[in-house]
């Protein structure tokens, strides 16, 4: 079983930046394949990004490639999204999302894959 638990959330402005972490506990961090997703009101949650159990391989949606970063240190179990030249259209809240991988250098952004969700962080960003 793991835990997952979001921080980093708030109110920016068009153009900032802001960086969102999540604090895994229980079960192998590194045999996971990490990914974070957002939700906007009265939209499907989505991917954003997500890297691999070694940190080797990573994948971003088309909309904030280039301006987001994810990473991760798996001797504190932890997994960052460096976020950057925000849009109002980045509003959502964010989560994190742990898919188990093995040793396998995947990535995968199928939301059904994943196994354990973080309870979310708010990001608005106001125009």
């Known amino acids: 079983q793991v835990q997952l638990v979001e921080s980093g959330g708030g109110l920016v402005q068009t153009g900032d930046s802001l960086r969102l972490s999540c604090a895994a506990s229980?079960?192998?961090?590194?045999?996971?394949?990490m990914g974070w997703f957002r939700q906007a009101p009265g939209k499907d949650r989505e991917f954003v990004a997500g890297?691999?159990?070694?940190?080797?391989?990573?994948y971003y949606a088309d909309s904030v490639k280039g301006r987001f970063t994810i990473s991760r240190d798996n001797d504190k179990k932890t997994v960052a999204l460096q976020m950057s030249v925000l849009k109002p259209e980045d509003t959502a809240v964010y989560y994190c999302?742990?898919?188990?991988?093995?040793?396998?250098?995947?990535?995968?952004?199928?939301?059904?894959?994943?196994?354990?969700w973080g309870q979310g962080t708010q990001v608005t960003v106001s125009s």
């Open positions: 890297i691999s159990w070694n940190g080797r391989s990573t």
């Open positions: 999302a742990a898919s188990y991988s093995g040793t396998a250098v995947i990535v995968t952004t199928v939301i059904k894959e994943y196994d354990y």
């Open positions: 229980g079960g192998t961090f590194s045999s996971y394949c």
